[in-house]
């Protein structure tokens, strides 16, 4: 019985069977009111034993248990035991007084939190506001001076045309005054036409006193000075052009973060300069042992850190050089020969903008476009942003901070993309391209140092 009911309870498939049959064995046994405990010592008979009280509460206790589908114990708790129950489940006063103390004491703990955050929470709107009112002031002070400047400008045109107009004034009086003198012989002249031949002399002698005027060459010269302020115009053109690229550019500035080379991935014919952010070809290979990461046939290397922060801004300085490519690459771009897995922009790995032949492109997986918003001279700094949450990557002619392509992980048109993020992390990467033929090699490119406003 008591291997049945430790089974029951440790095989929960089997319970069900062995339940009914040991709810039927004792049912029998408790209607013929004998139990069988065991034999004699002589003859091997069984002896009968009537239940006791103990034994039928006992019984009855199992088949209560039983029905109700619950596990039967094999024999009822010891009062010892029950009693060390009872004991474990009352805790005693001292542990109720320690357990009220902890709750009132993390009880405290917690509100103390809550106005913690609460006053954070006061102190960032407050913050935000002083911020808010700073930002205000400065674009006050900005509108104050562009304001100021543009009312001088004005100023001066408008003394300009007052000092233009006296002039003409003074030309034109001089020539009104001319316009009397003949307006006047010429009436004098019509009504002296009927009269004698001494009125014939007169009329002579007062036309000879009389002479035409002639346009004087300084008059030519009365006019607005139109040159001096056509270079106003085109200067306030280039400010404001420049205003707009500082403007665009203070806030990719927030995201700026120093770049360097690392060593290990460049071409052996690569010099790194000793501040490791710029680099040059050298001509002859380094004696450096070739490193796994090295890049063997390429003029390639890469950024020490991976951008894996959310928003990532640098600037390449591209000034020196004829012919260049800046992008950025995963770390698990090939490394080794000449083929398409190893040139930035030619496989999935890698993005770039490169300037060969002097014309500038965007690359991406082998397929490319011309770059857009190029001035007539190629850019002198490349600036590189990148969402890598967003999967974004924008290229910048950093001077002018017009934007010279813009890359999506999202499917686009032209760049087929199969994922909409970056799935590994991402190394800044600069290449040499071989310039075109009785032209040097490229001298040198330079991560810059951003100064963060």
């Not at 929960?12 to 009914?20: G, L, M, V, W």
């Not at 106005?115 to 400065?138: C, F, G, I, P, W």
């Not at 009785?438 to 951003?450: D, G, I, R, T």
Request: proline content about 5%.
């Amino acid at each position: 019985m008591q291997a049945e009911a430790c089974n029951a309870g440790t095989h929960p498939a089997h319970s069900s069977r062995k339940q009914t049959a040991e709810r039927t064995d004792i049912s029998e046994m408790a209607e013929n009111g004998n139990l069988q405990v065991g034999k004699g010592q002589s003859g091997g008979s069984s002896v009968p034993a009537l239940p006791s009280a103990g034994a039928e509460s006992a019984l009855q206790e199992r088949l209560t248990m039983l029905d109700s589908g619950g596990v039967a114990q094999p024999f009822p708790r010891s009062p010892k035991l029950q009693r060390k129950t009872n004991n474990a489940e009352k805790p005693s006063q001292e542990q109720l007084s320690r357990r009220l103390e902890e709750l009132q004491a993390e009880r405290s703990k917690t509100e103390a939190h809550i106005q913690s955050l609460k006053k954070r929470k006061a102190d960032q709107s407050r913050t935000t506001e002083m911020m808010k009112q700073r930002v205000r002031e400065y674009f006050e002070s900005m509108r104050c001076i562009l304001k100021q400047d543009e009312q001088a400008v004005l100023d001066s045109l408008e003394l300009d045309l007052r000092k233009t107009r006296s002039r003409l004034d003074r030309v034109v009086k001089d020539w009104t005054q001319h316009q009397e003198q003949v307006t006047k012989s010429l009436s004098s002249t019509q009504t002296k036409l009927s009269d004698s031949v001494t009125a014939e002399q007169d009329l002579k002698g007062q036309c000879e006193n009389l002479s035409p005027k002639k346009a004087d060459a300084s008059e030519q010269q009365i006019r607005l000075n139109e040159e001096r302020f056509e270079r106003i115009i085109k200067s306030l053109s280039s400010i404001s052009k420049q205003l707009t690229a500082q403007l665009q550019r203070k806030t990719l500035l927030l995201d700026s973060r120093p770049m360097t080379i690392d060593q290990k991935t460049c071409h052996s014919q690569i010099a790194v300069t000793s501040e490791g952010r710029g680099l040059c070809f050298s001509g002859s290979a380094q004696s450096v042992p070739e490193h796994p990461l090295q890049f063997d046939k390429v003029c390639c290397a890469l950024g020490y850190s991976p951008v894996t922060a959310a928003r990532s801004y640098w600037e390449v300085d591209v000034r020196c050089c004829s012919a260049w490519a800046v992008g950025v690459a995963y770390g698990s771009i090939d490394r080794k020969g000449r083929d398409k897995g190893a040139k930035l922009g030619r496989n999935r790995n890698s993005w770039c903008v490169e300037l060969r032949n002097g014309r500038l492109s965007a690359w991406h997986n082998d397929v490319h476009v011309a770059c857009q918003g190029v001035r007539q001279a190629p850019p002198g700094t490349v600036g590189v942003w990148v969402d890598y949450k967003k999967g974004k990557l924008t290229f910048y002619d950093a001077d002018a901070m017009a934007v010279l392509q813009r890359f999506s992980a999202a499917v686009t048109p032209v760049f087929d993309r199969a994922y909409h993020q970056f799935t590994e992390p991402l190394y800044p990467a600069l290449r040499l391209l071989r310039p075109p033929e009785n032209q040097p090699w490229p001298n040198h490119v330079e991560f810059c140092h951003l100064h963060t406003p």
